[in-house]
């Protein structure tokens, strides 16, 4: 079960898998897990723009008169309110993740684009919404899901409309905006930031001040900010606190989301950590 806002999660039959939650991150709409083997769905539309990955198996759906596929190296992209169907085309059914997005990531105008060619075949693409499924799917990593989702929601533009300004010929923010950031981070580090209220507070746009701050300082902005989570919560451990309460004073959701990027970043679980004493 997923931590916020599920909708729904539930065994369809032995063979079809649905789960289904609303992230709190500023333009996803809804996150849809799926494993099916024989369900077909009729010609329906949606509100939302449907981001579709496979990652077994295959899908053959129409969109627009015209029979679609998804093979495992596609993303697809699909617009709202144009009427598609969708089923198995493989013996042993698919899995697909699902990413809903509203009309603040891309804008009514992309969609006769999207329309004419849907799937895009691009691995970093599709290793990046991958990233970005992973990161919705764990509470407490919401700065990382909105920075993904900022460099995926620019790059779905850049393909439906090459050449284009990503963001309607605005002028690149100088590189001071990086250090604008990384001053801000360091004031949030324990209440955290969302990536829309960063970008107001320095006049960036998401994506650029993304972009921005990797470039300049040669990491992502949330890792950095779990990187300096992660600092603090090393000197709190070898000073006796517990973990439980280390989490909440180093500024993580809860513990286990503590444990998670401890041990991705230093190695080892924080409780084996403090029992080391030793400082690494």
Do not use: C
Request: charged letters at 20%; hydrophobic letters at 40%; zero cysteines.
């Amino acid at each position: 079960m997923h931590a916020f806002s599920v909708l729904y999660v539930s065994r369809v039959t032995p063979r079809q898998e649905i789960s289904a939650w609303r992230p709190p991150v500023a333009g996803v709409v809804e996150v849809f897990h799926a494993h099916f083997t024989e369900h077909a769905y009729p010609m329906h539309v949606h509100d939302a723009w449907t981001v579709l990955i496979v990652d077994d198996g295959a899908v053959r759906y129409d969109l627009d008169r015209h029979e679609r596929g998804t093979p495992g190296d596609t993303v697809s992209l699909l617009p709202p309110r144009v009427p598609h169907n969708g089923s198995p085309a493989t013996p042993h059914g698919f899995h697909k993740r699902v990413l809903y997005l509203d009309m603040t990531q891309l804008d009514e105008s992309f969609i006769g684009p999207a329309v004419d060619g849907p799937d895009i075949t691009e691995p970093v693409l599709r290793r990046r919404v991958g990233q970005l499924h992973t990161a919705l799917a764990n509470r407490g990593d919401e700065f990382e899901a909105e920075s993904r989702l900022a460099l995926i929601s620019e790059r779905l533009r850049e393909h439906l409309r090459p050449g284009r300004a990503a963001f309607g010929g605005r002028t690149e923010p100088g590189p001071g905006i990086a250090q604008s950031l990384r001053d801000l981070l360091d004031e949030r580090l324990l209440e955290g930031i969302a990536l829309g209220e960063a970008a107001r507070l320095v006049h960036a746009h998401p994506t650029h001040l993304v972009r921005a701050f990797s470039g300049a300082f040669g990491i992502a902005p949330h890792q950095y900010l779990v990187s300096r989570r992660v600092d603090l919560a090393r000197r709190l451990l070898l000073d006796g606190q517990p973990p439980g309460e280390v989490a909440t004073a180093a500024g993580f959701y809860d513990q286990s989301h503590l444990t998670r990027h401890f041990k991705r970043v230093v190695g080892i679980t924080p409780g084996r950590y403090a029992g080391t004493g030793a400082i690494g």
